[in-house]
């Protein structure tokens, strides 16, 4: 029996010719990525056990993102605390505020992601990195504890679901459409404890942008990572980020390797999808829900909120002007300052919109754009669970870029595609 | 004596257990005192010391914020039965030395308010108002001895001596 791509990487990591789903392994951690949230209780709790140390001063990168610029005082402490810890250790990849961003987005965009390796964040969205034929996951903050020290994790080998992504997307019809299709049908609970591994010829038509949307979702149906493949466009995208570390290895899953289950999907007839709330589950073609009216559109986040999201909401925005409050979130300052010299935030500002600094900001209630009582709110984000973005009584709809840029000019929920 | 909260629900989330507008701390009684805030608001005025918390699937679901365990611990909560939790939840619940118990059975069989003892060494769930038992799988070896050492770090700790 052969070995999915997953098990590979896991097997290299800790040090086996094979591993088999449900053995325990220590695995050798490539990257940890640390942020403002998580890692400040893990720094106390090393500070307190006594092993304040980091096993690598090179694998760990450090981003402030859900409460940066600082929003209150409590979140000012956090950052202190992950402040002087970076320094302390002398943090090689420390990205300060100007150069921060939402981790997601960052880690790839600076060179941070390689192919075959083992990447942990104290995150649930971790697993984005799988795009790039990682292995990566998120963790909270003992593991990180754990990861920061020694370098090594224990891990249960995932069995691996396949997603075969067939046909070719509908113009109007993006990657957050098909990862909403995906969690519609088999739940937020459908891939629990597994990996979800995407192939098929809808996903080689897309980018690592677009990919990135899909693995990043792979935790809102339970999963431990999502992960795809290695081909062309991969390679394209590292050599034009990749910096220091350039080598890694390429692994693919065996033919013969064994799946707990395979799951087809036609992304031809793929409409564009909104997720009703209260889960990532609830998504329906935009047809069953159009016109019902919101109070605001975010587009942002580490989901959503990369130049090519950017570009394809000013492409319906341009020459518009939104009914709504409407949020723009470049998630890094590569991006912010791409979006500015290509002319998005002029298609922005003239629409209406506000253009807010890189953060997690509303995606996760934190601030910039939270909800009052009863307030719907059309969101290019991962998450519609109660209170996700304010008042417990709000709501949010999950949609992809285009749909919410049409729905901000809308003021409800609109279908995209007759603004293409 | 512990009393049992019964949440007749799948997918409890890391938002409703401690919603992301209270992350700017870590201080667990800060944090214990918005315990399922979004989900029941009255629970931290109702939970007393060696309660249990009972609910349905995928317990924990969502955000990798251990933040969730602390508000739980710190409500003095004995331990959460579910049928299922979500994978990160589950994993730091071990790593914190937290106990939770994996039962099918126990959301059909105990009622909200029900007076409960658990026999964690023979996995056993008594019910006393309804009398009944009810049994669970318990913890594997190799999670039972990070919590047995007092959680992750305490093991790695211990393990490297």
């Not at chain 1, 919109?353 to 900001?361: D, L, Q, Y």
């Not at chain 2, 331990?79 to 730091?92: C, G, M, P, Q, S």
């Not at chain 2, 059909?108 to 108002?129: A, L, M």
Request: one cysteine or more; hydrophobic letters at 40%; a negative charge.
């Amino acid at each position: 029996m052969g070995m999915t791509i997953t098990e590979k990487i896991l097997a290299k990591a800790a040090g086996a010719e094979k591993v088999v789903p449900g053995q325990l392994i220590d695995a050798r951690i490539d990257v940890v990525m640390c942020h403002d949230v998580t890692t400040p209780p893990a720094i106390s709790m090393l500070e307190e056990k006594g092993i304040d140390r980091v096993f690598d001063r090179e694998r760990i990168v450090v981003t402030p993102d859900h409460f940066q610029p600082a929003k209150d005082i409590k979140s000012a402490e956090l950052h202190k605390r992950l402040d002087a810890w970076a320094r302390r250790h002398d943090i090689k990849h420390y990205y300060k505020l100007g150069r921060a961003g939402v981790c997601h987005a960052l880690l790839p965009e600076q060179g941070h992601i390689r192919p075959g390796e083992v990447i942990v964040g104290g995150d649930s969205h971790t697993c984005t990195y799988g795009a790039f034929g990682a292995f990566s996951t998120g963790i909270g903050s003992t593991d990180a504890a754990a990861a920061i020290a020694t370098g090594q994790l224990w891990f249960k080998v995932p069995a691996s679901m396949k997603f075969v992504l067939n046909g070719s997307l509908s113009p109007g019809v993006y990657s957050k459409d098909v990862v909403l299709a995906v969690i519609a049908r088999i739940g937020v609970d459908g891939a629990l404890y597994r990996a979800m591994e995407f192939v098929g010829p809808a996903l080689a038509e897309m980018s690592m942008e677009a990919r990135m949307t899909i693995t990043n979702m792979a935790i809102e149906a339970g999963a431990k990572s999502g992960i795809i493949g290695f081909d062309d466009v991969t390679k394209e995208y590292l050599d034009e980020h990749l910096k220091d570390k350039t080598d890694y290895i390429v692994y693919e899953s065996d033919s013969d390797a064994e799946y707990s289950a395979i799951e087809e999907f036609d992304c031809s007839a793929i409409e564009p999808m909104v997720a009703l709330p209260h889960l990532p589950s609830g998504g329906v073609p935009v047809s069953e829900c159009a016109g019902k009216e919101m109070d605001q559109a975010y587009i942002g986040s580490c989901t959503n909120g990369r130049i090519e999201d950017l570009r394809i909401a000013a492409g319906i925005l341009k020459g518009k002007e939104v009914a709504i409050r409407t949020i723009v979130v470049p998630a890094t300052p590569e991006i912010w300052k791409q979006a500015k010299d290509e002319g998005l935030f002029d298609v922005f500002y003239d629409a209406g919109c506000v253009i807010s600094a890189p953060t997690c900001g509303a995606c996760l209630g934190g601030f910039m754009g939270i909800l009052a009582s009863g307030e719907k709110c059309i969101s290019t984000t991962n998450r519609n669970f109660v209170g996700r973005m304010g008042d417990p009584k709000s709501e949010v709809y999950l949609a992809s870029p285009a749909t919410a840029a049409a729905s901000a000019v809308e003021g409800k929920i609109a279908d995209c595609r007759k603004y293409m | 004596m512990s009393i049992a909260h019964v949440y007749k629900r799948d997918h409890i989330n890391t938002d409703e257990i401690i919603p992301a507008r209270y992350l700017n701390t870590d201080d667990e009684m800060e944090l214990a005192s918005h315990c399922l805030e979004d989900l029941d608001g009255d629970f931290v005025n109702k939970v007393a010391e060696g309660d249990v918390i009972v609910a349905g699937d995928d317990f924990g679901c969502g955000s990798s914020r251990e933040h969730a365990v602390w508000a739980i611990r710190g409500a003095k909560v004995g331990t959460v039965i579910a049928r299922t939790f979500a994978r990160i939840f589950y994993r730091n619940a071990i790593n914190c030395g937290f106990y939770l118990i994996e039962s099918q059975d126990a959301i059909e069989k105990i009622n909200d308010g029900d007076e409960v003892e658990i026999d964690y060494e023979n996995g056993v769930i008594r019910n006393k108002t309804a009398g009944v038992d009810i049994s669970f799988n318990p913890l594997p070896d190799f999670a039972l001895e990070i919590i047995n050492d007092g959680g992750l770090l305490n093991h790695i700790t211990k393990r490297q001596e």
